[in-house]
């Protein structure tokens, strides 16, 4: 089953000034091939701070690790 409501996260690059939106599941690996290919494996790009904490409740809620509803 899939659904169409993926969250995306922004990934902001400062040297690029660019700002992707990717879908969550793509998130480490698009950071690490932007820097990979852009700056050479500097850690330049990286998903922006302000969602960081959001980010961390989706992806803990996904996992079903805030709560354990039976
Ligand atoms: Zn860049």
Redesign the pocket.
């Given at each position: 089953m899939t659904s169409d409501d993926d969250p995306t996260v922004p990934i902001i690059?400062?040297?690029?000034e660019?700002t992707t939106r990717v879908p969550l599941p793509e998130v480490a690996e698009a950071v690490e091939r932007?820097?990979e290919s852009?700056?050479d494996g500097e850690s330049?790009?990286e998903v922006d701070p302000a969602v960081v904490d959001r980010l961390a409740d989706l992806v803990a809620d996904d996992m079903g690790l805030l709560d354990d509803p039976e």
């Open positions: 690059c400062s040297a690029c660019t932007h820097n852009v700056h330049i790009a």
